[in-house]
């Protein structure tokens, strides 16, 4: 089975709760939520150590393929470990390495052009809105031009804000999407006992002649305070901008 298969099947078999597990391998429980997830797979020496929590051990076929085993014994019959099984671990300790670097370099690409757009986003977002998180409600509207948005006037564009899991400007798939992705966010924000977090996404539009477009947008969550705060970007104006630097 995959890493991935491996952890969920351990973590969800485990006689140890959420709590206990992230103190004995030393993780947060945000990790494992990702793990039980399949948002992200541990490394090789954090699976072999869930593993060993209820008395197993791993077989690896390669780096992300694994066998789970009652024993898997790599030494002799005298209790040395074979010279075979030292090439073993080394070649396996370095790809994890490999792995592990090339991951990070990904995620940290990710993230810097995450925080440029981002950044570029509140600096020149096409409107705002201030939203309660409990109960889930618009409060207020920020920015929108006067000519209006996507074909609505300014008028319609806010009131149709304003009843976003009513209107026809947000596709009723996407508005009930984001709603569970919001619940889902808090939920787990307070399981992990977070006061401030934020996040960004695409959304989906209609605009006023019926045509499908999409906005990326950065929320701001304050727990403290109850309150989520949203810039906006319509996707076809943002790729414009993009195109406008690169010339």
Known sequence: ?????????????????????????????????????????????????VAGLNGFKLKWINDNEVRIVKNNIFSDSD?????????????????????????????????????RRSKRILNDHDYSVKCSIKPLEVLEVFRVPEKGLIG????????????????????????????????????????????????SLNLQYISNDGQSIWAYYVSYYNMEKNIVEM????LDEFINIDARIKN
């Open 152 to 199: 609505y006037t300014k008028r319609n564009f806010i009131k149709n804000t304003f009843n976003w899991l009513e209107t026809s400007m947000f596709p009723p798939k996407s508005s009930e999407n984001l709603k569970k992705e919001l619940k889902t966010r808090v939920s787990l924000a307070k399981e992990l006992g977070l006061a401030h977090f934020d996040i």
């Open 79 to 115: 209790g040395f470990v074979s010279e075979n099984s030292r090439y073993e671990k080394i070649i396996d300790n370095q790809t994890e390495l490999i792995d592990r670097l090339k991951n990070e370099n990904n995620s940290l690409n990710k993230n810097i052009n995450k925080f």
């Open 231 to 234: 810039y906006i970007k319509f």
């Open 1 to 49: 089975m995959t890493k991935a298969q491996a952890v969920q099947l351990l973590l969800n078999e485990s006689n140890f709760n959420t709590e206990e597990i992230a103190d004995k391998l030393q993780v947060s429980r945000f990790i494992l939520h990702r793990w039980k997830t399949g948002i992200s797979n541990p490394r090789k020496n954090n699976l072999n150590k």
